[in-house]
């Protein structure tokens, strides 16, 4: 779990039952009551990066289905005109994990798939129509912290 004086980044974490009809994977402590829409993103290729996207009112909780993603995450401290040399958290989530990653309103998010073929299943507590409200991006290069 990742905080500061402000929110938490928070991790559910799920698991796996197992027999000789296979397996079922589970996330049992995830409350799913706030989630309007859900989408799932697979990149091209390993070496392209999702980013910079934050959003002000909007979260979002992050389910790996296949493969493993680095998400670096960074929060908004001025809206208009973020700071560049704001902290970047880095995180790996991997399916095998069987987690949830919850990133409260508030952040920004840049992302790459670790492996070839990863699937990451995004969760959002808005609908579709209030996406374009609550959109704020940045070039990759903006936050010089990125490593």
Known sequence: MLSNNRTIIQSIKGGVAQDQRGQIRFVNDFDMSLVKRFYIIKNADVELVRGWRAHRIEQRWFYVLAGAFELDLIQIDN?????????????????????????????????????????????????????????????????????
């Open 79 to 147: 809206w208009e005109k973020a700071a560049v040399d704001l902290d970047v958290q880095k995180i790996k989530i991997d399916a095998s994990e069987m987690q949830v990653l919850h990133v409260p309103h508030g952040y920004g998010t840049a992302f790459r798939a670790l492996q070839p073929d990863s699937e990451l299943l995004v969760f959002a507590d808005h609908g579709i129509e209030h996406a374009a409200k609550d959109d704020y991006t940045w070039p990759l290069e903006y936050f010089v912290k990125r490593s």
